[in-house]
Nanobody
Framework: QVQLVESGGGLVQPGGSLKLSCVAS??????????MGWYRQAPGKERESVAT???????NYNDSVQGRFTISRDNAKNTMYLQMNNLKPEDTAVYYC????????WGRGTQVTVSS
């Protein structure tokens, strides 16, 4: 069974940075050949896509994070990352990772809070 484990969240002031990690504890096949994505869900709102990355590393971003967030992956480690810079209060949410085309069971997510 695939498990997705997100980490790296925390409390940060506006303008600060965080780097999130997502580890898939399953066979390399799942990670290596799948487009993966970061998602977030703020209180009272629906879950939304933040960024996606193809197996070859092509990235796409939500307009709200373009230029501030960078998605990357290390297929050898079954790990995906999200570098978040210049964080804003509206980035506050629980962040999740998942496969894009065939979503797996959602992990617990990691809380990101941007506040002064």
């Amino acid at each position: 069974q695939v498990q997705l484990v997100e980490s790296g969240g925390g409390l940060v002031q506006p303008g600060g940075s965080l780097k999130l990690s997502c580890v898939a504890s399953a066979s390399e096949f799942i990670f290596q050949f799948n487009t993966m994505g970061w998602y977030r869900q703020a209180p009272g709102k629906e879950r939304e896509s933040v960024a996606t990355i193809s197996p070859g590393g092509t990235a796409n971003y939500n307009d709200s994070v373009q230029g501030r967030f960078t998605i990357s992956r290390d297929n050898a480690k079954n790990t995906m990352y999200l570098q978040m810079n210049n964080l804003k209060p509206e980035d506050t949410a629980v962040y999740y990772c998942n496969a894009v085309l065939a979503p797996l069971a959602w992990g617990r997510g990691t809380q990101v809070t941007v506040s002064s």
